[in-house]
C-alpha cells in the first residue's frame, strides 16, 4: 500500500520558467507559501496550500535527477533536459507549451555561405548537451568531439575552440551578436510535466490527480 503521509513533491526549475509555468501552477490549484515569490528567500522548499503537496525549487536540469530518483514526484523541465537526461524512470505526459526555444546547431557566419552540413563526417562542437549532440549527429553518420560548457557557448567558436556549437536558441539576437547562425535546427524545444513512474505505479490516484489538474489548468491558460 502506498505510503500517503509522505508529502508529493513538485519540483520546479528557477528562472525564466519559473516566472512562465507558476500561472499553470496556481491554476491546477497549487499556491506556494509567501515566502516563494520573495527573491531575498534562501529557501528551496516551500509549503503550499495543499496540504500533502510541497514544492522545491531548484536549478532545471537538477528537476530531471530529483524526478527519476523519486525526491520528487513530479516536475517541470525542459524537453533539453529529458532528452539529455535519458532516464527510464521520468515519464513525460504534458508538453505545458511554455519555454518555447529549438536546439540548434550554429557556426560562424563566414564559415556557413561556403559550408554544407551534408558533407561533414567529424565535428567538434562546443555544447551543455553532448548527449543529445552525438546522438544528433552518429544518426547521420558523422563522429562528433564535444567539448562540455556550461555557458559562453558562442565565445568558443570566436574563441578559437571549436567552429560550431549546439545550443537554445529563442530570437538568435545572441547568434547573431557574436557573427554566428544557425545552420541545423535539432528539436523544438518546450517545457513539460515529468512523473516518476514509480510514483505513478504506487500512488496513482494522487498522481493521475495531478496530471489531470494540470492538463486543464493548460487549456485554462491556453485560451
Same mark, same amino acid.
Given at each position: ?37 520573495? /527573491?531575498?528567500?534562501? #529557501?528551496?522548499? =516551500? $509549503? ?5 503537496? &510541497?514544492? +522545491? ?72 548537451? /553532448?548527449?543529445?549532440? #552525438?546522438?544528433? =549527429? $552518429? ?5 562528433? &568531439?564535444? +567539448? ?76
Amino acid at each position: 500500500m502506498a505510503n500517503t503521509e509522505q508529502k508529493l513533491v513538485l519540483a520546479l526549475p528557477k528562472g525564466r520558467i519559473l516566472d512562465e509555468v507558476m500561472p499553470i501552477v496556481r491554476a491546477a490549484g497549487i499556491d506556494p507559501e509567501a515566502d516563494f515569490d520573495n /527573491p531575498k528567500s534562501r #529557501k528551496l522548499s =516551500f $509549503a503550499t496550500n495543499v496540504a500533502n503537496l &510541497e514544492i +522545491i525549487r531548484v536549478r532545471s536540469f537538477d528537476v530531471a535527477t530529483f524526478v527519476a530518483y523519486g525526491a520528487a514526484h513530479l516536475g517541470v523541465a525542459g524537453l533539453d533536459v529529458l532528452m539529455e537526461f535519458d532516464n527510464a524512470e521520468i515519464y513525460a505526459p504534458l508538453d505545458l507549451g511554455i519555454g518555447y526555444c529549438r536546439m540548434s546547431v550554429a557556426e560562424p557566419q563566414e564559415l556557413s555561405g561556403e559550408d554544407d552540413p551534408a558533407t561533414w563526417s567529424h565535428v567538434r562542437v562546443a555544447t551543455k548537451y /553532448p548527449e543529445i549532440t #552525438k546522438k544528433h =549527429f $552518429a544518426s547521420r553518420g558523422v563522429q562528433a &568531439e564535444c +567539448i562540455k560548457l556550461n555557458g559562453a557557448m558562442e565565445l568558443a567558436p570566436v574563441m578559437g575552440l571549436c567552429s560550431r556549437i549546439v545550443d537554445l536558441v529563442s530570437t538568435g539576437a545572441t547568434l547573431k551578436a557574436n557573427g554566428l547562425v544557425e545552420v541545423e535546427t535539432i528539436a523544438e524545444i518546450t517545457s513539460r510535466l515529468a512523473v516518476n513512474r514509480t510514483a505513478m505505479k504506487t500512488r496513482p490516484t494522487e498522481i493521475g490527480h495531478w496530471i489531470k489538474r494540470f492538463e486543464e489548468a493548460i487549456h485554462a491558460h491556453a485560451s
